[in-house]
Protein backbone atom coordinates (compact mmCIF):
# COMPACT_ATOMS: atom_id res chain seq x y z
CA UNK A 1 0.00 0.00 0.00
CA UNK A 2 1.44 3.20 -0.52
CA UNK A 3 1.02 6.43 1.69
CA UNK A 4 1.19 10.19 1.67
CA UNK A 5 2.95 12.48 3.61
CA UNK A 6 1.51 12.98 6.73
CA UNK A 7 -0.28 16.02 7.89
CA UNK A 8 -0.88 18.17 11.63
CA UNK A 9 -3.92 19.87 11.82
CA UNK A 10 -3.94 20.79 16.17
CA UNK A 11 -3.61 17.47 17.61
CA UNK A 12 -4.46 15.38 15.15
CA UNK A 13 -2.03 13.07 12.70
CA UNK A 14 -3.57 12.16 9.22
CA UNK A 15 -2.37 10.04 6.37
CA UNK A 16 -3.97 8.36 3.94
CA UNK A 17 -3.20 4.70 2.92
CA UNK A 18 -4.60 2.59 0.40
CA UNK A 19 -7.99 4.89 -0.17
CA UNK A 20 -8.32 4.49 3.60
CA UNK A 21 -8.05 7.93 5.69
CA UNK A 22 -5.94 7.35 9.12
CA UNK A 23 -6.10 9.53 12.01
CA UNK A 24 -4.51 9.49 14.95
CA UNK A 25 -5.40 11.39 17.87
CA UNK A 26 -5.48 12.31 21.58
CA UNK A 27 -8.62 14.77 21.92
CA UNK A 28 -10.63 14.31 25.22
CA UNK A 29 -13.88 14.07 22.40
CA UNK A 30 -14.33 11.87 19.36
CA UNK A 31 -17.92 11.88 18.39
CA UNK A 32 -17.34 10.51 14.82
CA UNK A 33 -15.46 7.63 16.49
CA UNK A 34 -18.27 7.31 19.61
CA UNK A 35 -20.97 7.43 16.75
CA UNK A 36 -19.11 4.57 15.05
CA UNK A 37 -19.06 2.57 18.27
CA UNK A 38 -22.68 2.93 19.35
CA UNK A 39 -23.51 1.22 15.62
CA UNK A 40 -21.07 -1.08 15.25
CA UNK A 41 -21.51 -4.71 17.01
CA UNK A 42 -18.22 -5.36 17.72
CA UNK A 43 -18.55 -1.61 19.78
CA UNK A 44 -17.40 -1.44 23.41
CA UNK A 45 -17.79 1.50 25.49
CA UNK A 46 -14.59 0.83 26.96
CA UNK A 47 -12.96 1.97 23.32
CA UNK A 48 -14.96 5.56 23.28
CA UNK A 49 -13.54 8.33 24.06
CA UNK A 50 -15.59 8.85 26.97
CA UNK A 51 -14.11 6.15 28.14
CA UNK A 52 -10.52 7.50 27.66
CA UNK A 53 -11.55 10.65 29.61
CA UNK A 54 -12.93 8.86 32.50
CA UNK A 55 -9.36 6.61 32.59
CA UNK A 56 -7.24 9.99 32.43
CA UNK A 57 -8.57 10.95 35.57
CA UNK A 58 -6.73 7.91 37.15
CA UNK A 59 -3.47 8.30 35.08
CA UNK A 60 -4.13 6.25 32.17
CA UNK A 61 -3.82 8.12 29.13
CA UNK A 62 -6.05 7.73 26.18
CA UNK A 63 -4.75 8.33 22.12
CA UNK A 64 -7.34 6.57 19.12
CA UNK A 65 -6.65 5.23 15.91
CA UNK A 66 -9.87 6.18 13.72
CA UNK A 67 -9.97 4.53 9.52
CA UNK A 68 -12.29 6.42 7.68
CA UNK A 69 -13.46 5.26 3.98
CA UNK A 70 -15.74 8.19 2.26
CA UNK A 71 -16.01 9.82 4.98
CA UNK A 72 -17.15 7.52 7.12
CA UNK A 73 -15.58 5.58 9.86
CA UNK A 74 -14.73 1.84 9.44
CA UNK A 75 -12.63 0.46 12.03
CA UNK A 76 -10.05 1.68 14.64
CA UNK A 77 -9.18 1.30 17.82
CA UNK A 78 -8.13 3.54 21.41
CA UNK A 79 -4.91 2.61 23.35
CA UNK A 80 -5.04 3.77 27.12
CA UNK A 81 -1.15 4.28 28.08
CA UNK A 82 1.47 5.11 30.98
CA UNK A 83 4.90 5.26 31.99
CA UNK A 84 6.56 1.87 33.31
CA UNK A 85 9.27 1.61 35.84
CA UNK A 86 11.40 1.08 33.03
CA UNK A 87 10.98 0.05 29.15
CA UNK A 88 8.99 3.46 28.34
CA UNK A 89 4.54 3.01 28.52
CA UNK A 90 2.44 0.20 28.41
CA UNK A 91 -0.60 0.59 26.50
CA UNK A 92 -3.72 -1.46 26.89
CA UNK A 93 -6.16 -1.70 24.09
CA UNK A 94 -9.62 -2.97 26.14
CA UNK A 95 -12.26 -4.42 23.85
CA UNK A 96 -10.69 -3.47 20.63
CA UNK A 97 -9.34 -3.18 18.33
CA UNK A 98 -13.29 -3.11 15.99
CA UNK A 99 -12.16 -4.05 12.73
CA UNK A 100 -15.38 -5.68 10.43
CA UNK A 101 -14.25 -9.70 10.04
CA UNK A 102 -13.97 -10.43 6.50
CA UNK A 103 -11.96 -7.27 5.37
CA UNK A 104 -8.36 -8.44 4.98
CA UNK A 105 -6.56 -5.24 3.78
CA UNK A 106 -8.41 -3.09 6.41
CA UNK A 107 -7.53 -5.70 9.47
CA UNK A 108 -3.87 -6.12 7.96
CA UNK A 109 -3.97 -2.09 8.12
CA UNK A 110 -5.32 -1.69 11.28
CA UNK A 111 -2.99 -3.78 13.34
CA UNK A 112 -0.02 -2.50 11.59
CA UNK A 113 -1.29 1.02 12.20
CA UNK A 114 -1.86 0.07 16.02
CA UNK A 115 1.73 -1.42 16.81
CA UNK A 116 3.04 1.65 14.75
CA UNK A 117 0.97 3.92 16.91
CA UNK A 118 2.37 2.35 20.14
CA UNK A 119 6.21 2.68 18.75
CA UNK A 120 5.61 6.18 17.88
CA UNK A 121 3.97 6.83 21.29
CA UNK A 122 7.08 5.46 23.25
CA UNK A 123 4.95 2.38 24.40
CA UNK A 124 7.33 -0.75 25.10
CA UNK A 125 4.87 -3.06 26.27
CA UNK A 126 1.19 -3.03 24.55
CA UNK A 127 -1.91 -5.86 25.87
CA UNK A 128 -4.63 -6.27 23.45
CA UNK A 129 -8.13 -7.72 24.27
CA UNK A 130 -10.44 -7.97 21.43
CA UNK A 131 -13.56 -7.42 21.70
CA UNK A 132 -16.94 -10.05 22.78
CA UNK A 133 -16.80 -12.02 19.25
CA UNK A 134 -13.99 -11.25 17.92
CA UNK A 135 -12.44 -14.44 18.55
CA UNK A 136 -10.75 -14.40 14.79
CA UNK A 137 -8.68 -11.30 15.87
CA UNK A 138 -6.82 -13.63 17.83
CA UNK A 139 -4.85 -15.40 14.63
CA UNK A 140 -4.11 -11.80 13.09
CA UNK A 141 -2.44 -10.93 16.57
CA UNK A 142 0.16 -13.99 16.48
CA UNK A 143 0.71 -13.37 13.58
CA UNK A 144 2.29 -9.61 14.27
CA UNK A 145 4.31 -11.70 17.08
CA UNK A 146 1.85 -11.01 20.00
CA UNK A 147 1.40 -14.26 22.22
CA UNK A 148 -1.18 -15.30 24.96
CA UNK A 149 -0.89 -12.40 27.88
CA UNK A 150 0.08 -13.06 31.31
CA UNK A 151 -2.99 -11.41 32.50
CA UNK A 152 -6.48 -10.03 30.70
CA UNK A 153 -7.36 -6.84 31.25
CA UNK A 154 -10.60 -7.94 31.85
CA UNK A 155 -12.37 -11.44 32.68
CA UNK A 156 -13.04 -13.65 29.76
CA UNK A 157 -16.14 -15.24 30.96
CA UNK A 158 -19.59 -13.67 31.40
CA UNK A 159 -22.84 -14.11 31.81
CA UNK A 160 -25.44 -12.99 29.38
CA UNK A 161 -29.29 -12.72 29.40
CA UNK A 162 -31.54 -12.40 26.49
CA UNK A 163 -34.04 -9.92 27.14
CA UNK A 164 -36.02 -10.50 23.62
CA UNK A 165 -38.67 -12.41 26.16
CA UNK A 166 -41.43 -11.51 28.71
CA UNK A 167 -40.61 -10.86 32.36
CA UNK A 168 -42.19 -14.94 33.01
CA UNK A 169 -39.68 -16.09 30.44
CA UNK A 170 -37.21 -14.59 32.37
CA UNK A 171 -38.63 -15.25 35.42
CA UNK A 172 -38.42 -19.16 34.21
CA UNK A 173 -35.15 -19.24 33.29
CA UNK A 174 -33.25 -18.50 36.94
CA UNK A 175 -33.08 -20.84 39.77
CA UNK A 176 -35.71 -21.91 41.89
CA UNK A 177 -34.36 -19.85 44.95
CA UNK A 178 -33.84 -16.89 42.90
CA UNK A 179 -37.62 -16.84 41.50
CA UNK A 180 -38.95 -17.61 44.72
CA UNK A 181 -37.20 -14.69 46.29
CA UNK A 182 -38.50 -12.27 43.13
CA UNK A 183 -42.19 -13.24 43.00
CA UNK A 184 -42.69 -12.89 46.79
CA UNK A 185 -44.17 -10.06 48.13
CA UNK A 186 -41.67 -7.26 49.45
CA UNK A 187 -41.87 -6.06 52.88
CA UNK A 188 -43.31 -2.34 53.69
CA UNK A 189 -40.48 -0.15 53.31
CA UNK A 190 -38.34 -1.28 50.50
CA UNK A 191 -38.09 0.97 48.01
CA UNK A 192 -36.13 0.54 44.42
CA UNK A 193 -35.47 3.65 42.83
CA UNK A 194 -33.20 4.99 39.75
CA UNK A 195 -30.98 7.26 40.58
CA UNK A 196 -29.12 10.04 39.56
CA UNK A 197 -26.17 11.95 40.17
CA UNK A 198 -26.87 13.49 43.22
CA UNK A 199 -26.84 9.53 44.23
CA UNK A 200 -23.02 9.19 43.97
CA UNK A 201 -22.47 10.13 47.68
CA UNK A 202 -24.78 6.87 48.09
CA UNK A 203 -23.02 4.81 46.02
CA UNK A 204 -19.51 6.02 47.55
CA UNK A 205 -20.79 5.27 51.26
CA UNK A 206 -21.81 1.76 50.49
CA UNK A 207 -18.68 1.25 48.54
CA UNK A 208 -16.83 2.28 51.40
CA UNK A 209 -18.66 -0.11 53.75
CA UNK A 210 -18.39 -2.97 51.40
CA UNK A 211 -14.38 -2.61 50.88
CA UNK A 212 -13.93 -2.24 54.45
CA UNK A 213 -16.43 -5.71 55.19
CA UNK A 214 -14.31 -7.22 52.28
CA UNK A 215 -10.97 -5.80 53.25
CA UNK A 216 -10.06 -4.50 49.60
CA UNK A 217 -8.76 -1.54 48.35
CA UNK A 218 -11.12 1.00 46.53
CA UNK A 219 -10.91 3.37 43.77
CA UNK A 220 -11.00 7.04 44.51
CA UNK A 221 -14.56 8.77 44.53
CA UNK A 222 -13.18 11.45 42.10
CA UNK A 223 -12.88 8.39 39.50
CA UNK A 224 -16.85 7.58 39.53
CA UNK A 225 -17.80 11.22 39.68
CA UNK A 226 -15.26 11.66 35.99
CA UNK A 227 -17.15 7.84 35.14
CA UNK A 228 -20.92 9.76 35.30
CA UNK A 229 -19.29 13.04 33.69
CA UNK A 230 -18.05 11.12 30.83
CA UNK A 231 -20.69 9.27 29.59
CA UNK A 232 -23.76 10.54 30.94
CA UNK A 233 -23.67 12.77 28.44
CA UNK A 234 -24.91 9.71 25.82
CA UNK A 235 -26.72 8.11 28.33
CA UNK A 236 -23.95 5.30 28.81
CA UNK A 237 -24.46 5.56 32.54
CA UNK A 238 -27.60 4.56 35.23
CA UNK A 239 -27.35 4.52 38.63
CA UNK A 240 -30.03 2.35 40.52
CA UNK A 241 -30.76 2.42 44.47
CA UNK A 242 -32.31 -0.38 47.02
CA UNK A 243 -33.53 1.94 50.16
CA UNK A 244 -34.94 -0.44 53.40
CA UNK A 245 -37.28 2.70 55.72
CA UNK A 246 -35.71 5.50 53.45
CA UNK A 247 -31.97 4.08 54.22
CA UNK A 248 -30.06 3.26 51.11
CA UNK A 249 -28.70 -0.80 51.33
CA UNK A 250 -27.44 -1.56 47.66
CA UNK A 251 -26.80 0.67 44.74
CA UNK A 252 -26.39 -0.86 41.20
CA UNK A 253 -23.99 0.57 38.49
CA UNK A 254 -24.71 0.27 35.13
CA UNK A 255 -23.37 0.97 31.27
CA UNK A 256 -26.10 0.57 28.79
CA UNK A 257 -24.28 0.69 24.95
CA UNK A 258 -25.34 -0.86 22.24
CA UNK A 259 -27.62 -3.47 22.30
CA UNK A 260 -26.19 -4.48 25.78
CA UNK A 261 -27.05 -3.41 29.54
CA UNK A 262 -23.60 -4.46 31.27
CA UNK A 263 -24.24 -4.92 35.45
CA UNK A 264 -21.07 -2.74 35.82
CA UNK A 265 -20.35 -2.32 39.65
CA UNK A 266 -23.23 -3.31 43.02
CA UNK A 267 -21.77 -2.19 46.53
CA UNK A 268 -23.89 -3.65 49.75
CA UNK A 269 -24.21 -2.18 52.91
CA UNK A 270 -23.89 -5.29 54.15
CA UNK A 271 -27.10 -5.32 56.10
CA UNK A 272 -30.45 -6.56 55.87
CA UNK A 273 -29.41 -9.91 54.04
CA UNK A 274 -32.88 -11.54 54.62
CA UNK A 275 -34.66 -8.65 52.60
CA UNK A 276 -32.69 -10.14 48.77
CA UNK A 277 -32.88 -6.59 48.00
CA UNK A 278 -29.57 -6.68 45.81
CA UNK A 279 -32.12 -9.61 44.40
CA UNK A 280 -34.63 -7.49 43.94
CA UNK A 281 -32.39 -4.27 42.77
CA UNK A 282 -30.91 -6.92 39.77
CA UNK A 283 -34.57 -7.74 39.00
CA UNK A 284 -35.26 -4.37 38.56
CA UNK A 285 -32.84 -3.08 36.40
CA UNK A 286 -33.28 -6.08 33.92
CA UNK A 287 -36.57 -5.25 33.99
CA UNK A 288 -35.66 -1.61 33.09
CA UNK A 289 -33.37 -2.34 29.94
CA UNK A 290 -36.00 -4.60 28.60
CA UNK A 291 -38.16 -1.36 28.97
CA UNK A 292 -35.35 0.78 27.28
CA UNK A 293 -35.15 -1.73 24.57
CA UNK A 294 -32.02 -3.63 25.28
CA UNK A 295 -31.37 -6.66 24.19
CA UNK A 296 -29.17 -8.59 26.87
CA UNK A 297 -27.83 -7.57 29.68
CA UNK A 298 -24.59 -8.92 30.43
CA UNK A 299 -23.63 -9.51 34.51
CA UNK A 300 -19.64 -8.61 33.95
CA UNK A 301 -17.49 -11.53 34.59
CA UNK A 302 -17.73 -14.78 36.08
CA UNK A 303 -14.36 -16.62 37.33
CA UNK A 304 -13.02 -18.72 34.25
CA UNK A 305 -12.69 -22.06 36.24
CA UNK A 306 -16.31 -22.00 37.02
CA UNK A 307 -16.97 -21.32 33.65
CA UNK A 308 -14.65 -24.02 32.02
CA UNK A 309 -16.17 -26.44 34.72
CA UNK A 310 -19.69 -25.78 33.86
CA UNK A 311 -19.35 -25.69 29.98
CA UNK A 312 -17.69 -28.72 30.03
CA UNK A 313 -20.11 -30.66 32.07
CA UNK A 314 -18.32 -30.85 35.36
CA UNK A 315 -19.63 -30.98 39.23
CA UNK A 316 -20.26 -27.03 40.68
CA UNK A 317 -20.65 -26.99 44.08
CA UNK A 318 -20.67 -24.27 46.72
CA UNK A 319 -17.59 -22.91 46.74
CA UNK A 320 -17.00 -19.68 48.64
CA UNK A 321 -14.31 -18.72 46.03
CA UNK A 322 -17.38 -18.62 43.35
CA UNK A 323 -19.98 -17.20 45.13
CA UNK A 324 -19.78 -14.18 43.15
CA UNK A 325 -19.70 -15.87 40.04
CA UNK A 326 -22.74 -18.62 41.10
CA UNK A 327 -24.94 -15.32 42.38
CA UNK A 328 -25.19 -13.85 38.78
CA UNK A 329 -25.62 -17.50 37.00
CA UNK A 330 -28.58 -17.65 39.12
CA UNK A 331 -30.69 -14.92 37.12
CA UNK A 332 -30.55 -17.70 34.49
CA UNK A 333 -28.82 -16.18 31.20
CA UNK A 334 -25.74 -17.84 29.16
CA UNK A 335 -22.38 -18.33 30.00
CA UNK A 336 -20.12 -16.40 26.91
CA UNK A 337 -16.41 -16.75 26.47
CA UNK A 338 -14.90 -13.63 25.35
CA UNK A 339 -11.27 -13.62 23.51
CA UNK A 340 -8.45 -13.82 26.05
CA UNK A 341 -5.77 -11.01 26.00
CA UNK A 342 -2.30 -11.13 24.22
CA UNK A 343 0.53 -9.06 24.36
CA UNK A 344 3.75 -7.64 22.56
CA UNK A 345 6.82 -6.18 23.63
CA UNK A 346 8.51 -4.31 21.04
CA UNK A 347 12.03 -4.73 21.45
CA UNK A 348 13.21 -7.70 20.00
CA UNK A 349 15.25 -8.54 22.40
CA UNK A 350 13.49 -8.47 25.43
CA UNK A 351 10.60 -9.80 23.09
CA UNK A 352 13.12 -12.89 22.57
CA UNK A 353 13.65 -13.23 25.79
CA UNK A 354 10.34 -13.21 27.14
CA UNK A 355 8.84 -15.67 24.31
CA UNK A 356 11.64 -18.27 26.26
CA UNK A 357 9.17 -17.78 29.02
CA UNK A 358 6.30 -20.48 28.99
CA UNK A 359 2.56 -19.36 28.97
CA UNK A 360 2.42 -21.51 31.72
CA UNK A 361 4.81 -19.88 34.16
CA UNK A 362 3.81 -16.35 32.87
CA UNK A 363 -0.02 -17.18 34.13
CA UNK A 364 0.89 -18.65 37.04
CA UNK A 365 -1.01 -17.87 40.07
CA UNK A 366 2.26 -15.97 41.48
CA UNK A 367 3.14 -14.04 38.51
CA UNK A 368 -0.62 -12.58 38.14
CA UNK A 369 -0.45 -11.31 40.90
CA UNK A 370 2.63 -9.82 40.80
CA UNK A 371 1.27 -8.47 37.79
CA UNK A 372 -2.10 -7.90 39.12
CA UNK A 373 -0.33 -5.59 41.79
CA UNK A 374 1.19 -3.50 38.86
CA UNK A 375 -1.76 -3.39 36.61
CA UNK A 376 -4.25 -2.14 39.90
CA UNK A 377 -2.01 0.99 40.23
CA UNK A 378 -4.06 2.44 37.38
CA UNK A 379 -6.80 0.12 36.81
Known sequence: ?????????????????????????????????????????LGHHAQTSAWGRARASIGWMPIRLVVSQDGKVVAGAQMVRRPMPVGGEVGFVHRGPVVPEGRPDLTALVFDELLAMGKARGVGYLVVQPPPGADWMTEELQSRGFRRGAF?????????????????????????????????????????????????????????????????????????AALWGALAPRGHIELFVAEFEGDPVVAQLVIPFGKVCRHMERVWSGEHR??????????????????????????????????????????????????????????????????????????????????????????????????????????
Not at 157 to 164: F, H, N
Open 152 to 224: DIDMTSTVRLDLRTDPEGLLAGMSKARRRHLRSAARPGITMRRGSEADLPIFDRLKDMQSARLGYARRSPDYY
Open 1 to 41: MTARPAERRDTLYFREVGGYLVRVSDEPDDAAWDDFLEQDP
Open 274 to 379: DLRLSERLEWEVIKWARSQGYGFTDFEGIEPRLADAILSGGEVGNDPKYSASLYKLRFGGRIIVDPPSYDHVYNPLLRSAYHCIPVSVMRSDWMRGLLFKFRKTGS
